[in-house]
């Protein structure tokens, strides 16, 4: 996310809010495609896919390579715009599987530039459909897109606004990459496809440089599909992220780190906030489960660790909480012997939030601490919170539909599939 050691206090929300551009542009509602995607799969599995709908088996490599070029290099959404695939593989690929986007419901942009999309998809499973939101934001020679895992969250963190959002689902892999693709096309930014109609076109050089799973959920309790989707967007011959520029944020599911190293080999983020287990316990509820030890000791042995691909730890700034120069000391005792970098992350209040930020100069002084215990601090820069896409702020409205509900519907389909 963005990251700067020369900051000032931000304005007052209700003066940003007044500023923000709260919807651009509106969006016609649109059916969610309930045919399977090809987004996310791997280069097997869509060899599988053509070959369901009769491919020969000598030309799956050469179809595989020609759909992997459109659907990642030219970034097109449509079978249709495959030119050198025969018409007659388009329509059957077309009537067999999607490569829609994610349906937008909202695009805001914030006064400092960052977007925020929220975006709708099919139940799968979860009753009705869901939405998410996805984050783009803006810094000078790059652009971090902050990517969702999951439909609301399990792990009840005290300061964060997801966490008050009961898990509905997990995201599949194409809905991961889905978000990706959504954000490159609304940004201009495949480079042989035309810009799409009312796009917001970037100024030279804002791409999507960078991918942060940072958005709603625990990526690391979705391990698969987002393993399938960080592969396709780390393809060197598509998307093209190198894994230095893909960035996994967990809260601490021990077991599961090394194995993201493993098999994933993305830069690794924590969210940590706390120096000890009392409180730790309090703000980040995993910690009961797997506390600080367990979870430090981890982060020792990630695979690749070394001062050139440190470990980043996330530390909210919670008023009179966490914020004291005592707990800057033991921060620095509790990280000794990893390479790591420690971003102070201002807190960003929501609704109904028991927490305040840390006044400024308190913020300041505790970063001057860690500076000068030889860690990297950065105070990072809150960026959208007029539009609630600052960090610990995202959350949709999408709610796992009561039983009472799931059985009306139900009840619905059977009577017109009855009456057709």
């Known amino acids: 996310m963005a990251v700067s ?33 090809l987004i996310g799969l791997s280069r097997e599995e869509l060899g599988e896919a053509l ?28 079978f249709a715009q495959m030119a050198n695939v025969s018409k007659d593989l388009r329509e059957k690929l077309s009537s067999a599987f999607t490569i829609a986007r994610p349906e937008i419901v909202t695009e805001q942009v914030s006064v400092d530039g960052t977007r925020k999309w929220v975006l709708r998809f099919s139940p799968k499973g979860a009753g009705r459909p869901v939405e998410i939101e996805t984050v783009y934001i803006p810094e000078e020679g790059r652009g971090t897109l902050c990517v969702s895992s999951q439909v609301g969250c399990t792990l009840t963190c005290t300061f964060c606004h997801t966490g008050t959002q009961r898990l509905v689902r997990n995201l599949t892999a194409d809905e991961i990459v889905g978000q990706v693709l959504l954000a490159r096309d609304r940004l201009g930014d495949f480079p042989d496809a035309a810009t799409p109609a009312g796009a917001i076109v970037p100024s030279e050089g804002r791409l999507v440089t960078n991918v942060v799973m940072m958005g709603m959920g625990e990526p690391l309790y ?55 287990d009392t409180l730790r316990d309090e703000l980040v509820p995993i910690n009961k489960k797997y506390p600080l030890k367990a979870l430090l000791d981890a982060c020792r042995s990630y695979p690749g660790l070394s001062n050139a691909r440190r470990i980043t730890f996330e530390y909210v700034m919670l008023k009179g909480v966490n914020d004291s120069l005592e707990d800057a000391r ?91």
Not at 55 to 61: A, G
Not at 222 to 239: H, Q
Not at 376 to 387: C, H, N
Request: glycine share 6%.
């Open 51 to 78: 070959a369901s709908v009769g491919v020969e088996k000598r030309q799956i490599k050469m179809r595989v390579a020609q759909l992997w070029h459109w659907l990642y290099v030219r970034g097109v959404a449509d």
């Open 222 to 276: 979705n391990f698969d599909a987002v393993k399938a989707a960080l592969a396709v967007v780390s393809d060197g011959e598509g998307l093209a992220l190198s894994k230095r520029r893909i960035t996994l944020s967990t809260s601490g599911v021990v077991p599961m780190i090394a194995k993201a190293g493993e098999e994933m080999g993305v830069m690794l983020a924590i969210s940590l906030h706390a120096v000890n």
């Open 5 to 37: 050691i020369d900051l000032k206090p931000q304005e007052n929300r209700a003066a940003l809010a007044e500023r923000a551009v709260m919807s651009a542009p509106a969006f016609p509602a649109q059916p969610l495609d309930e045919k399977p995607s």
């Open 330 to 420: 033991q921060l620095v005792q509790v990280l000794r012997g990893i390479p790591a970098k420690i971003n102070l992350i201002p807190f960003n209040p929501w609704p109904g939030s028991a927490y305040e930020c840390s006044d400024w100069d308190q913020i300041e002084r505790f970063a001057d601490h860690v500076n000068q215990a030889g860690y990297a601090s950065p105070i990072r820069t809150p960026r959208g919170r007029d539009i609630f896409a600052a960090c610990g702020q995202l959350k949709s409205e999408s709610e796992r539909m009561r039983k009472k509900d799931r059985d009306s519907l139900e009840a619905a389909r059977v009577t017109e599939l009855a009456a057709g």
